[in-house]
């Protein structure tokens, strides 16, 4: 198990990149999120008549939370950094353009823009099709309506028998 980060841990990480980086972020609120799932991290901030307020960073509870080498969770947070430093400095929203990734550089860390590998894949529910003869799987669909329609026009390759379903977590 890695190190555990606490919200303080994440905020001196910011303020000291802030510092070698020559635009301060400690006014800016650290948020922690166990409800994120599809995101490591994020650099949230209104857009509004042409200005780029910073409202806060947030980051998955998971990151934080010692699963992670210290490495991967330290780019992700400076990835965030990258973020607040491309848009306010510009107040532009750069997303992951050129000039986003070429902060990243400056800042030392990697240029590509997700952290995809981080994400634990999430099951999520569903139907399972089965053969009413062997019980052998046919195929899964996530919504009823596209079940209900194999139902009715298709029978199983296997058995040629008539298809069935149940619910399933895949």
């Not at 919200?7 to 994120?36: F, N, W, Y």
């Not at 950094?81 to 000039?99: P, T």
């Not at 400056?106 to 997700?114: K, Q, R, V």
Request: glycine letters at 8%.
């Amino acid at each position: 198990m890695g190190k555990i980060w606490t919200q303080e841990d994440v905020r001196q990480l910011l303020v000291d990149t802030g510092k070698r980086a020559g635009l301060d972020c400690s006014h800016v609120p650290v948020e922690i999120s166990s409800k994120m799932e599809k995101t490591m991290g994020s650099f949230l901030f209104r857009e509004k008549s042409g200005m780029i307020t910073p409202h806060a960073f947030r980051f998955a509870e998971v990151l934080l939370s010692g699963i992670y080498a210290e490495s991967v969770v330290r780019n992700v947070i400076i990835h965030e950094y990258a973020h607040f430093y491309a848009n306010v400095r510009d107040q532009e929203n750069h997303m992951h353009d050129e000039v986003f990734k070429s902060t990243c550089v400056m800042l030392g860390i990697p240029d590509h823009t997700y952290f995809k590998e981080l994400i634990p894949p999430v099951k999520k529910k569903g139907y399972i099709l089965v053969c009413s003869q062997c019980g052998g799987k046919v195929a899964v669909r996530r919504k009823i309506d596209a079940v209900e329609k194999i139902l009715r026009m298709k029978v199983s390759r296997c058995c040629h028998a008539k298809i069935g379903y149940r619910e399933g977590v895949y």
